[in-house]
């Protein structure tokens, strides 16, 4: 099956600095890329739909402007969380359809002193 | 927007019984039903998925029932064996498999030898 990847895997940070999140289609092109988060012992929330070439689109709830998202090319989409505070210490996981299922990078691990 | 829940939230079942979980949906335009198998840290890994058009679907020991009408479907374990524990989720989404998911709350499947 198709190869997502993710950079780096886990990130530990001082509250209210900047932490990028990348994440690559390895074999595929991917207009489309979805953002998770996962708090744990719970499910994945769709944070955004990351589009390459245009805008994001957040979920309801989401913050734009601490969550950027950047899908500069059909094979990267970037996730930075700005000024981090602890309560955002989660799992992200990013996913891109590719065939006929969506794939799923290995997710990063944040942890926000 | 849709909303998938999903029960029970644990099952614990002795290795060779069988584990069945159930997801609802509210959106009848949902068309895509893909379930996902979690483990701790990793990233989730599709097992089995079923679009609207079909009711049943089987893959060796896994298989998944939708029913539209009442709007539900339910993943289907037999022969448990202590490799399957983990957590699963159902998704559902309203394009392809390309669009965005909306998951349920997650089971944990304990499967005790």
Not at chain 1, 10 to 38: H, N, P
């Amino acid at each position: 099956g198709a190869v997502v990847s993710q950079h780096p895997s886990w990130v530990i940070c001082k509250s209210g600095t900047s932490v990028k999140i990348e994440c690559r289609s390895l074999d595929f092109q991917a207009t489309t890329m979805f953002w998770y988060r996962q708090f744990p012992k719970q499910s994945l929330m769709l944070m955004a739909t990351s589009n390459e070439g245009s805008k994001a689109t957040y979920e309801q709830g989401v913050e734009k402007d601490k969550f950027l998202i950047n899908h500069a090319s059909l094979t990267l989409s970037t996730l930075t969380v700005t000024s981090a505070h602890p309560e955002d210490s989660s799992f992200y996981i990013c996913s891109a359809g590719g065939g006929s299922e969506q794939f799923f990078g290995p997710g990063t691990r944040l942890t926000v002193l | 927007g849709e909303n998938v829940e999903q029960h029970p939230s644990t099952l614990s079942v002795q290795e060779g019984d069988s584990a069945v979980i159930k997801c609802t949906y509210s959106d009848s335009a949902s068309n895509y039903f893909p379930w996902y198998k979690q483990e701790l840290g990793k990233r989730p890994q599709l097992i089995i998925d079923i679009r609207s058009n079909v009711g049943e679907k089987k893959d060796q020991r896994i298989a998944v029932t939708l029913n539209k009408t009442a709007k539900h479907f339910s993943l289907h374990i037999t022969e448990t064996q202590p490799e399957d524990s983990a957590v699963y989720f159902c998704a559902a989404s309203t394009g392809t498999s390309y669009g965005k998911l909306t998951f349920g709350q997650g089971t944990i499947l304990t499967v005790h030898p």
